[in-house]
């Protein structure tokens, strides 16, 4: 305990709230100069964070403790006022809680850095300032494998926050092996996607798997819907088989609905109208959705919830000439639904059921409206219905579930020994749905 208050004593951040409303939006904090220990945002000019494995952009935050790789992370800052930003980092348990161990315990060097990439926006209605850094770096390394929240402040005031974002470093010290099978019984072999998996530990000591050992699952990145603590149900010499949980049962969902705002001058499939307003502010208005919980499965690629940044108006640097265009969307639906409230879910929102991805009913057009500020580029997204009955978004409603759906599947397995007071990160793996 006296670790852990010191540790908030050195960085003189107050404790995170975690709590939900009835319908699992966020809650309104107080002051949003709180760390909370996910991914958020806390000022509003902050927009398009991207936070990846540095070589690939739709690449997962996750690196090798012993590897080479870096984390990238970007955002825009719609102030256009160039500040001083820097960034920090804290070590979490696999619950996303912080951690008992100091600072200088999981970090060598010095423990912040100062963002100095940064470049303004060209050739762009709305102005902005394309921040951009990588880490670790030669005079900043990590030590210990888990879960780390790294936040950005303002000018050197760490009470001044601007945002945080997860990200995962792993030490492998087992393997992972798993497969997809439709579940038995209850009719879910036609909409759900059942995972079994085998931990193999030969040559590293679990001494009590049911307690020392948590796995967690989470679906497309995912972190509202992830199965945490998943129980093994046979043990036997090296190997922990996990095979007879429902927990890890996912809904199949459908492949993410998209639209295409690269251009501001030509029309795509989705797009119906383009106009600006009179602050030349560019708009893009879709067509109006569907309900797809009562249409047959149909393929077709996707980003599994990503987005890609360009304009096909301009040829250089995307990230600073893509402009930021208001986008419309429009859900049909007769009533207003009694049991919750609908939200637009995936990148775009960062996975975020809040006010700003919460949809309104327009009792006048019959059917729930919302309105993002995004960057130019290619967007997946899905609707989501959240209430109290459920642990987050459901989208059985308006995208129905189909086994045959290609998700992305991500298995994390962490463990705390005899004696310490953390949990570390020991196995990683990535898996598809429809890639065996």
């Not at 670790?136 to 929240?149: D, E, V």
């Not at 193999?200 to 995912?222: A, E, F, W």
Request: aromatic content about 16%; proline content about 3%; charged content about 25%.
């Amino acid at each position: 305990m006296f670790k852990k208050n010191f540790i908030y004593f050195l960085l003189a951040l107050p404790i995170a709230i975690f709590s939900q409303t009835k319908t699992g939006e966020d809650e309104d904090y107080v002051n949003d100069n709180v760390l909370k220990y996910d991914d958020y945002n806390y000022k509003p000019t902050i927009k398009t964070v991207q936070i990846h494995e540095s070589s690939w952009e739709f690449g997962l935050p996750i690196i090798d403790l012993n590897g080479a790789e870096q984390i990238q992370l970007t955002f825009d800052d719609l102030e256009a006022d160039k500040r001083q930003y820097s960034i920090s980092f804290i070590h979490c348990n696999a619950d996303w809680t912080p951690s008992d161990l100091m600072i200088s315990e999981y970090m060598t060097g010095f423990f912040d850095l100062n963002i100095i990439n940064y470049s303004f926006s060209t050739n762009t209605m709305q102005k902005y300032i394309h921040y951009d850094i990588v880490f670790p770096q030669q005079s900043l390394k990590f030590t210990k494998s888990g879960n780390y929240i790294v936040y950005v402040y303002a000018d050197g005031d760490k009470k001044d926050l601007v945002l945080s974002r997860r990200f995962l470093i792993y030490d492998p010290k087992i393997t992972i092996a798993a497969n997809f099978r439709q579940p038995i019984g209850d009719g879910e072999q036609y909409n759900k996607q059942h995972m079994d998996l085998v931990i193999n530990n030969s040559g590293y000591d679990i001494t009590n798997p049911y307690k020392d050992l948590k796995v967690t699952i989470t679906q497309n990145n995912r972190w509202d819907n992830a199965v945490t603590d998943v129980k093994p149900t046979f043990m036997g010499g090296n190997t922990l088989t996990y095979s007879l949980d429902d927990a890890t049962t996912f809904n199949g969902g459908n492949e993410f609905r998209y639209f295409d705002a690269r251009s501001v001058r030509f029309y795509s499939e989705k797009v119906k109208e383009i106009y600006k307003d009179e602050n030349l502010k560019n708009h893009i208005v879709l067509y109006k959705e569907e309900i797809r919980s009562v249409k047959p499965y149909l393929y077709y690629p996707d980003f599994n919830g990503k987005f890609l940044i360009k304009n096909n108006d301009f040829k250089g640097n995307m990230d600073t000439e893509a402009d930021y265009v208001f986008v419309d969307f429009f859900l049909p639906y007769l009533t207003p639904e009694a049991n919750g409230n609908f939200y637009i879910l995936g990148k775009l929102t960062d996975w975020r059921m809040n006010k700003a991805s919460k949809m309104t009913y327009n009792y006048k057009r019959f059917g729930y409206e919302a309105q993002l500020y995004l960057k130019q580029g290619y967007y997946n997204y899905i609707y989501v219905l959240s209430n109290d009955a459920k642990k987050g978004g459901d989208e059985t409603i308006t995208e129905g579930n189909h086994w045959d759906t290609e998700n992305d599947y991500n298995i994390f397995v962490y463990h705390r020994k005899i004696g310490q007071y953390y949990d570390q990160l020991i196995g990683f793996k990535k898996m598809n749905s429809l890639k065996k």
